[in-house]
């Protein structure tokens, strides 16, 4: 009996694994410069409507694992220097090498009086 009854549980669980692995959607990419080619580290790469996301490597590259609920939804890609770029979210899975564009801030003179 208790044998059977392992086996029930064994078998719920791995259907309950099963069905959520499934829900899942798995976004991989690079992150480079546009201008260079050259990998953007440690860029920020998020969900619009949710505090979820991920942050690239050294290399840039990033791995995001999202409910496939969120097809549809805004990915941001950011990072300091650069501006930054929303991608629609689509319901597969892929990898793709993202372009930021560099952003050039020019400041005001400053004049220290002393």
Same mark, same amino acid.
């Given at each position: 009996?208790?044998?059977?009854?392992?086996?029930?549980?064994? /078998?719920?669980?791995?259907?309950? /694994?099963?069905?959520?692995?499934?829900?899942?959607?798995?976004?991989?990419?690079?992150?480079?410069d546009?201008?260079?080619?050259?990998?953007?580290? /440690?860029? +920020?790469?998020?969900?619009?409507?949710?505090?979820?996301g991920?942050?690239?490597?050294?290399?840039?590259? /990033?791995?995001?694992?999202?409910?496939?609920?969120?097809?549809?939804?805004?990915?941001?890609?950011? +990072?300091?220097?650069?501006? +930054?770029?929303?991608?629609?979210?689509?319901?597969?899975?892929?990898?793709?090498?993202?372009?930021?564009?560099?952003?050039?801030?020019?400041?005001?003179?400053?004049?220290?009086?002393?």
């Amino acid at each position: 009996m208790i044998t059977l009854r392992l086996l029930l549980v064994s /078998f719920v669980a791995t259907i309950n /694994f099963s069905a959520s692995a499934q829900d899942v959607i798995t976004l991989r990419g690079q992150i480079v410069d546009s201008s260079t080619g050259k990998p953007i580290p /440690f860029a +920020s790469v998020h969900l619009s409507s949710q505090s979820t996301g991920t942050s690239a490597n050294e290399l840039g590259e /990033f791995i995001l694992k999202i409910q496939k609920r969120f097809t549809g939804d805004t990915l941001i890609i950011s +990072s300091i220097g650069y501006r +930054s770029l929303n991608k629609i979210i689509s319901s597969s899975n892929s990898y793709e090498t993202i372009t930021l564009q560099p952003s050039v801030t020019e400041l005001k003179e400053v004049t220290i009086q002393g």
